[in-house]
């Protein structure tokens, strides 16, 4: 018989999630702001789109026409469904990749994107890609990549492969992937109570196997346990990149590029003295200890003018899409916790409280007098993005012509919220993408779409739905017993719910 899988994990599903990297809208601020000709976007592919949640939301939200495959035949059923019920101009296959990538009907595309698979597959399979990406991506267009990466993976890749060898050889025949997993993490488990000399070497592998063992199996199974598994180095990246004529543009990771939270005085001077670019890349990840890249490589890159860059940067719009009593000035980066400027944070996130569309232009003409200058300005709003507050806004006109297809796919999602936890965001065609929605407050909209106007009618209302599957709440990590318990819990979530994402998911124009 057979393996159509090529030995990648297919007897279990990918998770439902969402990847912002992989938004032609976003990519055009992280380019503006090195200054880089930004792409178009008027058409664009994924590879490997796993349940399709992002490809089904970045083709509702924009005017952007998608192509896209994913080889396992559940998850592309699932996808297309989202993608019929909703409208929108996206054409989705369940091929492998080197039968997607010699189709003779597939346009060029000014964006290609895959999120993680290059990681999974095999050498083949990456050479298919890279010829792919030579033929068909626009000269001017974005390849966006992420990928784990040395060195930050070192100390892990053993431990990785036992557990997979474990699961390929001690597992049970017949016994499903999570049955392996969870028999290959015990093992584990032995192995690390028996002080092996490599876990007193290497005590962040075990660090990083206690995570492990919490994760989502879903995402265990595809993360860890394909036959194909390698986290490779940006220098090898760079030598797979090269026949495919690109070159790296910019980090996808909008926190990459303020080098305050990621790096020392002392590594930010050893990087400025290093002449070449993707060297300098290369000596960063082992400053931060790399462990997952996000790119965007440009198939030939071109420098904006210094007026060019001012004039589009100040016409960039962006909204707020977190409560402003929310947003914290605490954020995370390389080296550890950092604390952002209030006198220049907490000014741009009063200006954007109302929760309206605004250009850098407005937001400078709002802070005249703050002592907040332009270059302060254009740093905090990439700050800001990449904590998640702010999102990048795209064009009326292509807002405008999103609106149906992004009322249709978010219909949708929200009828699956009835049964589905997983299901967590909804498709704005003001951001051009998604917004991260919990499933109660998607219930809570559900009610809402059914007349229910008060936040105690939305809870009865998911408290209903709850009920039939015989579910119940959990608050603090316990399961609440009562259905007075759980209806008042409900209720005191609904009413939150209207008081600080209601506002905001109207701005953004999903309610």
């Known amino acids: ?56 939301i970045h083709a509702a939200a924009t005017i952007t ?96 492969d036992l557990m ?78 090269a026949p495919a004529k690109v070159q790296w543009a910019v980090s996808a990771n909008y926190a990459d590029a303020v080098d305050a939270i990621n790096l020392t005085p002392e590594q930010q001077t050893l990087l400025a003295s290093i002449p070449d670019a993707m060297f300098r890349q290369s000596v960063r990840d082992f400053c931060v200890n790399q462990q997952f890249r996000k790119d965007y490589w440009v198939k030939g890159a071109r420098m904006m003018t210094p007026l060019d860059q001012a004039e589009a940067l100040r016409a960039q719009r962006v909204i707020l899409t977190t409560p402003r009593a929310d947003a914290s000035l605490k954020v995370n980066g390389s080296q550890g916790e950092a604390t952002l400027h209030e006198n220049v944070y907490a000014p741009i996130l009063d200006a954007l409280a109302d929760h309206k569309v605004k250009s850098l232009a407005q937001l400078e003409a709002a802070l005249a007098g703050k002592s907040i200058s332009f270059a302060q300005l254009q740093q905090a709003i990439i700050m800001l993005i990449a904590i998640g507050y702010v999102m990048p806004v795209q064009e009326d006109a292509e807002a405008n012509k999103a609106r149906k297809t992004c009322a249709a796919l978010n219909a949708r999602l929200l009828h699956l919220a009835r049964s589905m936890v997983e299901l967590s965001y909804l498709a704005s065609p003001v951001v051009g993408g998604a917004v991260q929605c919990g499933r109660m407050p998607q219930l ?64 953004l124009e999903i309610v």
């Open 1 to 56: 018989m057979t393996d159509w899988t090529h030995g990648y994990v297919a007897d279990i599903g990918y998770t439902y999630g969402y990847y912002t990297e992989l938004n032609p809208v976003r990519v055009k601020l992280a380019f503006l702001n090195s200054g880089l000709v930004p792409p178009k976007a008027g058409t664009a592919c994924e590879l490997g789109f796993g349940q399709g949640l992002s490809a089904n």
């Open 65 to 160: 026409e998608w192509h896209a495959t994913d080889f396992n035949p559940a998850q592309a059923g699932f996808a297309r469904e989202l993608a019929e019920i909703s409208g929108a101009n996206a054409h989705l296959f369940d091929e492998a990749f080197d039968a997607f990538c010699t189709r003779d009907d597939l346009p060029e595309f000014d964006f290609i994107g895959l999120h993680g698979i290059w990681s999974w597959i095999s050498d083949a399979n990456r050479a298919v890609i890279v010829d792919f990406v030579r033929r068909k991506l626009k000269v001017g267009g974005v390849l966006y990549i992420s990928y784990n990466t040395q060195p930050g993976w070192a100390n892990m890749v053993p431990m990785r």
């Open 164 to 241: 997979a060898l474990h699961a390929q050889t001690m597992g049970a025949d017949g016994a499903g992937i999570v049955t392996r997993i969870d028999n290959a993490l015990g093992f584990m488990d032995q192995m690390l109570a028996a002080n092996p000399i490599f876990a007193r070497a290497n005590p962040q592998a075990a660090e990083r196997f206690a995570k492990i063992k919490d994760q989502n199996r879903h995402y265990v199974a595809h993360e860890y346990f394909n036959r194909d598994w390698k986290p490779m180095s940006f220098a090898d990246m760079a030598d797979w990149m």
């Open 444 to 507: 809570f909209l559900l009610a809402m779409k059914e007349g229910h106007k008060q936040p105690a009618d939305w809870a009865r209302y998911a408290w209903g739905i709850l009920s039939m599957q015989n579910q119940r709440l959990l608050k603090d990590g316990k399961a609440l017993e009562t259905a007075e318990e759980n209806l008042a819990d409900l209720t005191a979530q609904a009413e939150a719910f209207a008081a600080k994402q209601l506002p905001i998911l109207k701005a």
